[in-house]
C-alpha cells in the first residue's frame, strides 16, 4: 500500500531561523555504568558502519547535528554517494533527479529501475523501484534490495557534477534495511550497527521499553502529563526534541504558553512556519523524567491528518539521546538506552 511521507525539514531547504533550540541528554542508568557499558561495546569490536553528522547555519548561528548521513556504494559504480539516515521514512530510496545522470553513465543500472512489480506513492508522486541493488554503508554491504526511486525529488546534476568527486546526496536510508534486527546507533562515536543477535554485555546494561511499529516506523510510549501516547521516533528529525502537530502540540505546552522560538523554512519544497513552546506538561520515558525542552509544531492540517493516521501526537528525534548508545530491537519490538 503506498505510503505518504510526512512532511519534515529538508536537508537542504532550511533558509533561516530565529532559534533557541535545546540539546541534552536522557541519562537511564548512572553515569558510571553508563560508561562501562560503553566500554564494554567498544571491546565486542562489531561491523560499525561510521555516520557523519550535516550541519548550517541557521539566523547566524551554526548548528552542527542537523542531520545524519552515511557514505554509500551503489553497487559496482565508481562515483562517491551519501544518504540520510531515516528512520521515520518507510523505504529506502534514491532522489529522482539526483539519480538521472547515473542512469546515463550507467545503462546497467538503468535497467534496474522495475516499472511492473512494485509501486509506491510519495506526495501524490508515483514512484517505482530499482532492483536487485546491493548498497555498501560505509564498508558494510547490503544485497538484493528493493530501492524506491522518488522521482522528481532531489538536486539535479549535471553529467561533469555527477562524475566529481564530491559526494553527492543520493537518496535516504530507511527501516526497511534493519528489520527483524537489532539496530545499534552509537551517537557519541558517530556509528551504527545491525545485529542478528544482541551480544549479553549490551543487553544486560540496557533499559528497554516495549515499542510499536508499523510500516517499519517504530513508536515509542511516553507518558504526558497522566497520559500515555506514542512518539515516532525519526532521526530525521535531528534538532527537534518533540515535533508536533499545533492541536497535539496543546498535550506538552497548553494554549496559554507563549511562542518562544520560530523557524522560518520549507518542507519538502514548500514554505513553512515552525513554531516552539517551552513544554508546561512532565513528560516520561518509562520510569525516566525527561529534562524540560520545547515541543515544535507547524500548522498544517496535513500533519495531525498523520498522527491521526499513525496513532501517535507526534515526533521524537536525536536530540534526546546525543551522548547515548540506544538500540532498537527490531525482532522483540523494544527500545533500550544506554
Request: proline residues 5%; positive net charge; contains cysteine.
Amino acid at each position: 500500500m503506498p505510503i505518504r511521507m510526512r512532511p519534515r525539514l529538508s536537508l537542504k531547504d532550511i533558509i533561516r531561523a530565529n532559534t533557541n533550540i535545546l540539546f541534552f541528554t536522557l541519562l537511564i542508568s548512572s553515569g558510571a555504568m553508563g560508561q562501562l557499558a560503553k566500554r564494554k561495546v567498544d571491546a565486542l569490536h562489531l561491523a560499525w558502519i561510521k555516520f557523519n553528522w550535516v550541519g548550517d547555519s541557521l539566523a547566524n548561528k551554526y548548528f552542527d547535528k542537523l542531520a545524519i548521513t552515511i557514505p554509500i556504494q551503489i553497487d559496482q559504480l565508481p562515483y562517491a554517494f551519501t544518504a540520510q539516515l531515516d528512520l521515520g521514512a518507510v523505504n529506502t530510496m534514491f532522489y529522482g533527479k539526483s539519480i538521472t545522470p547515473y542512469l546515463q553513465l550507467s545503462p546497467e543500472l538503468s535497467r534496474k529501475l522495475d516499472t511492473t512489480n512494485r509501486k509506491a506513492e510519495e506526495n501524490g508522486i508515483p514512484c517505482f523501484f530499482f532492483h536487485p541493488i546491493n548498497l555498501t554503508l560505509d564498508k558494510v554491504i547490503f544485497r538484493d534490495l528493493w530501492v524506491e526511486n522518488y522521482s522528481n525529488f532531489g538536486d539535479s546534476l549535471s553529467s561533469d557534477d555527477a562524475k566529481n568527486a564530491t559526494p553527492k546526496l543520493i537518496g535516504t536510508i530507511a527501516p526497511d534495511l534493519f528489520q527483524n534486527k537489532y539496530l545499534i546507533i552509537d551517537y557519541p562515536n558517530q556509528r551504527i550497527c545491525l545485529l542478528d543477535s544482541l551480544p549479553g554485555l549490551i543487553a544486560q546494561k540496557t533499559t528497554f521499553v516495549p515499542i510499536k511499529i508499523r510500516n517499519g516506523r517504530i513508536k515509542i510510549p511516553f507518558e504526558v502529563g497522566s497520559e500515555e501516547h506514542d512518539l515516532l521516533f525519526d532521526t530525521g528529525s535531528s534538532i527537534f526534541s518533540v515535533y508536533s502537530s499545533a492541536e497535539n502540540s496543546t498535550l506538552f505546552a497548553g494554549p496559554g504558553i507563549p511562542i518562544s522560538d520560530t523557524i522560518l523554512g520549507q518542507t519538502w519544497g514548500e514554505k513553512a512556519a515552525i513554531y516552539g513552546k517551552k513544554m508546561s506538561t512532565g513528560v516520561r520515558l518509562g520510569k525516566h523524567k525527561m529534562p524540560s525542552a520545547l515541543v515544535y509544531y507547524k500548522i498544517d492540517k496535513n500533519e495531525k491528518k498523520f498522527e491521526d493516521e499513525e496513532s501517535i501526537i507526534g515526533l521524537t528525534g536525536n536530540a534526546y539521546f546525543l551522548k547515548n548508545i540506544i538500540i532498537i530491537d527490531y525482532r522483540n519490538k523494544r527500545f533500550g538506552v544506554i
